[in-house]
């Protein structure tokens, strides 16, 4: 690879990596330095691609208030299986009004928007479901602003419910609760808001702030109130976007098509994506071909919550994956170059172990002065979870503070460590263990489970961290 970059033989560079005493052969790795050394030995000026060249480029710019325009929310569906997610989903591409007028059906492409007869505009993520959702914040991207959480009115609440909600909360997202199947006889709606209450969801009516809307998605009763309520939520949230200035996005779903080639479903977070466009996306790269809107329409420009797919990338990136645009593909190469052997080099790094106390160091985040424990506690039953959450609560959290994001009775699946991993959490596992995928999910995320069969123990551990993680008294 060097010899190439430089257009030299590849037996002149093993020539001057032996004068260095280094014995290598053609697919060996050697380090940065050393490749420095050797380029400019041979006459070459090497310029190193950092990460922070590449941020240059990539990180957005302040933008200026004046530029500033109010922008579509962007909405996912989460709830329990069969509750009426993809029913909703449905149900609501209806009410789409560019639809019904061209004619245009919305095709299915992992995203899609829904334009108001007054204008206004909402974009809804076409893949329901908390694990999807989590598993897009594991790359870093931060897609929705609005979670509605399905309930079925005949079913009430659920694990995935629970789940859902949990998910949705770890990512600071506002949700919105859409009692769903409403046609159905016997529909007890109190009941529901009462159990959503001992979930730390509190119904308007009740004196709290959640939006909740009885809905029927098979009936199309009342989409224009979930509507409404997502756009009254959208205007408390102030979203705003710059049109101009760098586009940047990130990827919903992407795949490969015979005769097509790559197409990816992306949507513009900031700035405006032109046919022609030069795109980095995660790992892969290439230029935008042809871009087509979700009534499969050809558009030459994709402003800011539009979804698009995008037809020209050497790869298939994968969901979640971020997008920059860049100013020539030699620039997109040694971007995609970099980032592949920081990935290469992570992975031959020894991976090792770390002490607990070092492992909360690197998950704590920063909120504000105190310190937070990102925590997730499965258990094999109530009294046990419900014990363990007491007593953590009842640690003294003056500087550190724990945050628990998920708690349930049941051995510890995938969903629990794509949270972990979205949110830099850790595992503690009471008297369960984990399912094999979630085993080998958790091995390859490197998401930390900890086992424990006594509660002492546990807490224990917990307050070492704790007094590990505080602040030096200066
Ligand atoms: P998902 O698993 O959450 O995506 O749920 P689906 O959308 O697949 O719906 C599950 C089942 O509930 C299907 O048989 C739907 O026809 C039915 N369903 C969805 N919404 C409604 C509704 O508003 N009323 C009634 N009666 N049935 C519904």
């Known amino acids: 690879d060097l010899a190439g970059k430089m257009s030299e033989r590849v037996a002149d560079v093993i020539k001057e990596l032996m004068r260095l005493g280094i014995i290598a052969t053609a697919p060996q790795t050697i380090d940065a330095d050393t490749a420095e050394l050797i380029a400019t030995?041979?006459?070459?000026?090497?310029?190193?691609?950092?990460?922070?060249?590449?941020?240059?480029?990539?990180?957005?710019?302040?933008?200026?208030?004046?530029?500033?325009?109010?922008?579509?929310?962007?909405?996912?569906?989460?709830?329990?299986?069969?509750?009426?997610?993809?029913?909703?989903?449905?149900?609501?591409?209806?009410?789409?009004?560019?639809?019904?007028?061209?004619?245009?059906?919305?095709?299915?492409?992992?995203?899609?928007?829904?334009?108001?007869?007054?204008?206004?505009?909402?974009?809804?993520?076409?893949?329901?479901?908390?694990?999807?959702?989590?598993?897009?914040?594991?790359?870093?991207?931060?897609?929705?602003?609005?979670?509605?959480?399905?309930?079925?009115?005949?079913?009430?609440?659920?694990?995935?419910?629970?789940?859902?909600?949990?998910?949705?909360r770890a990512a600071n997202v506002t949700i919105i609760v859409a009692i769903n199947k409403i046609d159905k006889p016997n529909v007890n709606l109190d009941k529901i808001k009462n159990d959503l209450l001992t979930h730390g969801l509190v119904a308007e009516d009740l004196g709290g702030d959640t939006i909740i809307v009885p809905v029927s998605a098979l009936k199309k009763v009342n989409l224009d109130k979930l509507e409404e309520a997502i756009l009254l939520v959208a205007e408390m949230l102030d979203l705003k976007v710059n049109h101009g200035g760098l586009t940047a996005g990130v990827v919903i779903e992407a795949r490969m098509e015979k005769g097509k080639g790559t197409v990816a479903t992306v949507l513009v977070q900031r700035g405006t994506l032109r046919n022609g466009d030069i795109v980095v996306a995660g790992t892969k790269y290439g230029k935008i071909k042809r871009m087509n809107n979700d009534k499969g329409v050809e558009i030459s420009i994709a402003p800011p919550t539009i979804p698009v797919e995008i037809y020209g990338l050497n790869e298939a990136p994968r969901a979640g994956d971020q997008f920059n645009i860049v100013s020539n593909e030699k620039q997109a190469r040694d971007i995609v170059d970099y980032r592949i052997r920081l990935a290469k080099e992570k992975k031959i790094a020894v991976v090792q172990r770390s002490s607990l106390e070092e492992l909360f160091l690197k998950a704590s985040g920063v909120v504000g002065l105190v310190k937070e424990l990102p925590i997730i506690i499965k258990g094999d039953v109530h009294g046990s979870v419900e014990a363990i959450v007491s007593s953590l609560q009842k640690l003294p959290a003056e500087e550190v503070k724990i945050r628990i994001l998920h708690q349930a009775v049941g051995s510890i699946a995938e969903s629990d460590i794509t949270l972990a991993k979205a949110s830099n959490a850790i595992i503690l596992a009471f008297n369960v263990r984990a399912n094999s995928n979630a085993l080998t999910m958790a091995d390859k995320e490197q998401v930390d489970i900890r086992y424990y069969s006594i509660i002492y123990n546990l807490l224990d551990d917990i307050k070492l961290v704790m007094s590990g993680m505080l602040s030096p008294i200066i």
């Open 41 to 168: 030995t041979l006459g070459h000026t090497v310029k190193r691609v950092q990460e922070s060249d590449v941020e240059n480029i990539l990180i957005s710019e302040v933008d200026k208030e004046e530029d500033l325009k109010p922008r579509a929310p962007i909405v996912t569906i989460m709830g329990h299986v069969d509750h009426g997610k993809t029913s909703l989903l449905d149900a609501l591409k209806s009410t789409d009004l560019a639809s019904k007028e061209a004619g245009g059906i919305t095709q299915h492409i992992g995203a899609y928007r829904v334009t108001l007869e007054d204008g206004r505009a909402i974009t809804f993520i076409d893949t329901p479901g908390h694990e999807a959702f989590s598993e897009m914040r594991t790359r870093g991207a931060k897609v929705t602003d609005i979670v509605v959480i399905v309930v079925a009115a005949d079913d009430g609440i659920k694990p995935q419910t629970i789940e859902a909600i949990n998910h949705a």
